[in-house]
Structure formats: C-alpha cells, structure tokens
C-alpha cells in the first residue's frame, strides 16, 4: 500500500497494539505510524484522507479497548518530543497533546499553578484527556482550557477559542480532528498546598480504585445523579469473571485484565453488566471506553 511505502520510516505493519494498552489486550494495527513531527504527520493525514484510509490516534492507551481482530487502517502516535512539549509563562500554560497528563500536571505544581492538579491520578495523554474531558468529583480539565490547537484530516490546522470549544461530561466538541496543543490559564497557589490536596485525592482514588491492575479506568458514564459502580454492584455483578477478565471487586466499574484474557471477554462482561442493570434498574448505562 502506497501508505507504508512513503512513510516507511515512520510506519510500521500488523504492531501489537495489546502492549500499548492498559488492558494489555487486543489484535494489532494493520499500520502503525509515529511522525516525528508536525510536517510528518500532516503529511499522514492528507495521505490517509486522500486513499480514504480510517485514522485512530493513539494516546496512553489508558481508556481503550482494542478488539481481538485488531485495527484497520492507520494508528496514529503523537510520542515525538515535538508532541510532548510543556511551556509555562506566568498563569498561561502551553502543552502538547502527546505529553503524559501527569507530567503536565506535576510541571504546573512546581511552578506554583493550580487547577489541574484535582486530574491527579488520571492515565493517559493531554490529548484524550481533552477529547474525554477528563475529570472526577473535583473538576475536570475543560474549564482551565483557553484554546486548542487541531489538524483535520485534509491537513487543516484551526484554531479553537474558548467560546468556539465545549466540554460535557466525559465528551467534548473535539472529535474527528487530531489535537495537537491547548492552552491553560491557572491560577497562582504555594506549592506545598497544592501538593498537599493532590495527595489527599491519590489516597481516596488508591483506596477506591484497583489502580495496580490491568484495567482501562471506569468502562461506564456514571448515569445522572447515579452512580454506575453502585448499580453494577447492587446487580450482584462485583468480581463476577468471564474468562481472564473481571468486574473488580474493589469499583465495580472497573475491568480488570488477567493473562490470557480477550477483548470478546471484556465486552461480554460489559454487555452483562448493562443488562442487568437495565432490567433491574431500568437504567441504559453508556460506555465510557473508547472500543476500537
């Protein structure tokens, strides 16, 4: 395919997409591409748009499941340091979307700028965490974010301000497009009590989350004013197994992977669970995981 041969550097065919995922399961991707940089991966895009092949960008793998099958098409990732710049200036932070979350995180606190730090203890990537609007019970990243910077599949590079952006829970106005950078405005806090409250929300997630297992973070949106760990518990479902993978019995909204397991393992779990929690409940709980 004239995708591979051009980009040969950077592409490669058939990788294992189950070592880049949290689950650690999944088939691989027919092409795997990391641009080095901006031209790079602009270039990818206009190629992919133009012979009409699917893009999928890969982040931390931490809110994914890949099918058993694998992926068709191109699997985009933006780990080059170009990617993963993080500049401070004041109260105004600048980051890429291929940065790990908790390292724009702990950059922001040592700098002395709070807001971010209640993500603390979120996987994944800058960019999915601008995509998912990533947060908890403390805030999300969506009201720091000032503006964003995106390509589109024909090579498009836009701009979005603040009033031309919108964040929900767990979506965001930022689909079919590939983040490259946001901006943030913060807020200026000594150090030590920022650090201080970021250790307090570490202790309660470590305490609630089965955060040393395989898992892909909470695979359900909690439905308004409820929470989908508690109905998936009160439908008897905690620590249920199917195959190597698990509903842990720690949060019932988490997945747990064990060796072995499948991804057609983790979606009988998931299809399990929304079952019955409907038919007990009477309540349709959506997927919060992307499932490629």
Request: glycine share 10%; hydrophobic share 40%.
């Amino acid at each position: 395919m004239p995708l591979l041969d051009n980009f040969s550097d950077i592409t490669t065919r058939d990788e294992p997409l189950a070592p880049l995922t949290w689950l650690k399961i999944g088939g691989p991707a027919q092409f795997f591409v990391r641009p080095r940089s901006f031209d790079e991966l602009s270039l990818v895009l206009r190629r992919c748009h133009d012979e009409q092949v699917p893009v999928h960008l890969l982040g931390g793998g931490s809110n994914l499941l890949v099918r058993d099958v694998g992926v068709s098409g191109a699997v985009i990732q933006l780990a080059a340091p170009e990617f993963c710049k993080i500049e401070i200036n004041g109260t105004h932070v600048r980051a890429g979307a291929g940065a790990s979350l908790s390292h724009v995180i702990s950059h922001t606190v040592k700098a002395g700028l709070a807001g971010l730090d209640v993500l603390v203890g979120i996987p994944g990537t800058l960019g999915g965490a601008l995509r998912g609007n990533a947060g908890g019970r403390s805030g999300d990243i969506g009201q720091h974010v000032r503006s964003v910077r995106t390509i589109g599949t024909d090579g498009t590079v836009t701009v979005r301000k603040e009033d031309e952006l919108t964040f929900a829970y767990r979506e965001s106005s930022l689909v079919n497009v590939t983040i490259l950078e946001a901006e943030f405005e913060l807020h200026a806090e000594d150090p030590e009590e920022i650090t201080r409250r970021m250790r307090t929300l570490w202790i309660a997630k470590k305490a609630t989350q089965p955060l040393t297992f395989q898992s892909a973070g909470c695979i359900f949106k909690n439905p308004r004013g409820m929470s989908a760990g508690l109905l998936i518990d009160r439908a008897g479902l905690k620590g249920v197994r199917i195959g190597n993978v698990e509903i842990s019995d720690r949060h019932a909204n988490f997945i747990v992977s064990h060796p072995g397991a499948s991804s057609e393992d983790v979606m009988r779990l998931i299809d399990m669970a929304r079952s019955k929690v409907a038919e007990q409940f009477g309540v349709d709980l959506e997927v919060e995981i992307e499932i490629w």
